[in-house]
């Protein structure tokens, strides 16, 4: 049984930092990326960031861009997301997800849709005051 572990989360001011985590326990699996969404009161999930397992490499919503950064460690199965000069346009609940899939050739974008994970955590809580 794979159980994702997402925490971190809190009440911060705009122009705070943040840092959320999310571990990987249970069942050893093979992944081929982790990532990072987030969802307001009625509005749809949207992606954040995501990072591959092998070499790490990172991708991010344009509007987290320069604000945001998502690493890995793969010896304690976890993914962070160091988010920094937070806005309150931030504020939703983060959470993370695993896919073991691998990316088709055609798709550029496969790992930002939430369709293509596999496993996903409960949710973290992130508010952003103004």
């Known amino acids: 049984q794979v159980q994702l572990q997402a925490c971190g989360g809190g009440l911060v001011q705009a122009g705070d930092s943040l840092t959320l985590s999310c571990a990987a326990a249970g069942r050893t699996f093979h992944k081929n990326a982790m990532g990072w969404f987030r969802q307001a009161p009625g509005k749809e999930r949207e992606f954040v960031a995501t990072?591959?397992?092998?070499?790490?490499?990172?991708f991010y919503t344009d509007s987290v861009k320069g604000r945001f950064t998502i690493s890995r460690d793969s010896a304690k199965n976890t993914v962070y997301l160091q988010m920094n000069n937070l806005e309150p346009e931030d504020t939703a609940v983060y959470s993370c997800?695993?896919?073991?899939?691998?990316?088709?050739?055609?798709?550029?974008?496969?790992?930002?849709?939430?369709?293509?994970?596999?496993?996903w955590g409960q949710g973290t809580l992130v508010t952003v005051s103004s």
């Open positions: 997800a695993a896919t073991r899939r691998g990316r088709p050739l055609n798709d550029n974008y496969y790992y930002t849709k939430g369709s293509s994970y596999d496993y």
């Open positions: 990072i591959t397992w092998t070499f790490g490499n990172p």
